[in-house]
């Protein structure tokens, strides 16, 4: 059977209208006595026009009526109704068309003058009418089925396009995601190495040594001009990412302190079983601190405080004025609010702003969310 159906819908539209009036024909000739030349012409109509029921449904079925008072024909009107009844979605134009085949095909023509058998004639009138039912609810169910696969194609289609909206957001997600840890991990790594070449520059006593810490401080300046560049790339995206793959925590701490070239002092601690989201986000907090302290507040002083309750914890970085100018490094611009969004993402707070002494703070504080 579904070998068949498949084989019907790989016909050409022309070669299922010519069947539809072979059908057509041989239903006519079934009935066929000795016909006159207008039940012949008003036959070759009915079934002529069922080549033109696609484009015009109701003028094929019009065409039908006809023949139908001069000869009893069933394939061509039906044939006609059911593409009509495919086709067209008002109810109240196929309940005519079924009445009027029903009409057409009680009362032949000529009309006869006198009353005949009222009672069988309607039995006959309530007949034929059901029998007009039968392709119109055909037609009907056709075009609800045509309908139905192409509301499923389309909930395919959206689907599709959902699932293509979902791998653009996580791709999103992962770009804003590259951007932030490339803002912490390169520019710290990248300012330490211009801070120390711009020592190196100022306290050498030989030429060649000073020339070269110059050139490296402005391969560094470079480095992190076309890394600002790069980062805002990366952030067109935007989103709300906790983090993709395993970074530094609290344990790596003393290593970024050491290498900063920063005195620091640390007080407090961090309690124990605080998860590694949050101890990452306190440790790009220390880091994007200590960056920024190199960049514009060169020999000050920094102070972390570690601060814990039951529920949360705090990390404060404060630094003291600074005590020379500050070198002419770029920045992204974008530390901060990365901050400020792995904050958010913990459900917690975020505030930086300068202290009363001239200095200046950043603070976070996350709830503490155990491994």
């Known amino acids: ?22 059908v057509a024909v041989a239903d006519a000739l079934i009935y066929a006595g000795d016909v006159d ?11 002529g026009g069922l080549l033109v029921r696609r484009r015009y449904p109701l003028l094929a079925f019009i065409l039908t009526l006809p023949s139908n008072l001069v000869q009893n024909l069933l394939a061509a009107p039906m044939i006609a109704l059911f593409t009509l ?3 067209s979605r008002r109810r109240w134009l196929l309940a005519a068309c079924a009445g009027a085949f029903a009409v057409s095909t009680v009362f032949p023509w000529p009309f006869s003058s006198d009353g005949g058998d009222q009672f069988g004639t309607a039995v006959y009138f309530v007949y034929q009418l059901a029998t007009a039912a039968a392709p119109v609810f055909l037609g009907q169910l056709v075009q609800a089925r045509e309908d139905l696969a192409k509301r499923l194609a389309e909930i395919e289609e959206a689907r599709e396009h959902e699932r ?9 997600r ?4 590259l951007a932030r840890e490339m803002h912490d991990v390169v520019s710290h790594q990248v300012s330490l190495i211009a801070v120390q070449a711009a020592a190196l520059q100022v306290a050498s006593p030989s030429a060649e040594a000073r020339e070269a810490g110059g050139t490296i401080r402005r391969l560094s300046v470079t480095t992190l001009d076309e890394l600002r560049s790069m980062v805002a790339v990366l952030r067109v995206a935007g989103s709300s990412s906790p983090g993709l793959a395993p970074q530094p925590t609290m344990s790596d701490l003393r290593s970024l302190i050491e290498t900063s070239g920063i005195r620091v002092e640390v007080r407090g601690e961090l309690p124990d079983g605080v998860g590694a989201p949050v101890q990452r986000a306190l440790y790009r ?9 190199r960049k514009h507040a060169p020999d000050a002083a920094v102070t972390i ?10 990390v404060s970085v404060t630094n003291t004025r600074a005590t020379r100018p500050a070198l002419a490094l770029p920045g992204a611009g974008v530390g901060l609010i990365g901050l400020k969004e792995r904050a958010e993402l913990l459900g917690g707070g975020f505030e930086s702003g300068a202290t009363a002494q001239g200095g200046f703070r950043v603070r976070m504080t996350v709830p503490i969310v155990a491994d």
């Open 1 to 22: 059977m579904n070998g068949f159906v498949r084989l019907w819908r790989r016909l050409p539209p022309f070669v299922i209208d010519l069947l539809a009036v072979a």
């Open 37 to 47: 030349p207008l039940t012949l012409v008003l036959t070759a109509v009915a079934c």
């Open 85 to 87: 009844s495919r086709l």
């Open 164 to 172: 293509e909206l979902y791998a653009q957001s996580v791709l999103a």
């Open 174 to 177: 992962e770009r804003a995601q």
């Open 285 to 293: 907090t220390v880091q994007e601190a200590l960056t920024n302290v």
């Open 305 to 314: 405080d570690f601060a814990s309750t039951a529920t949360t914890v705090t």
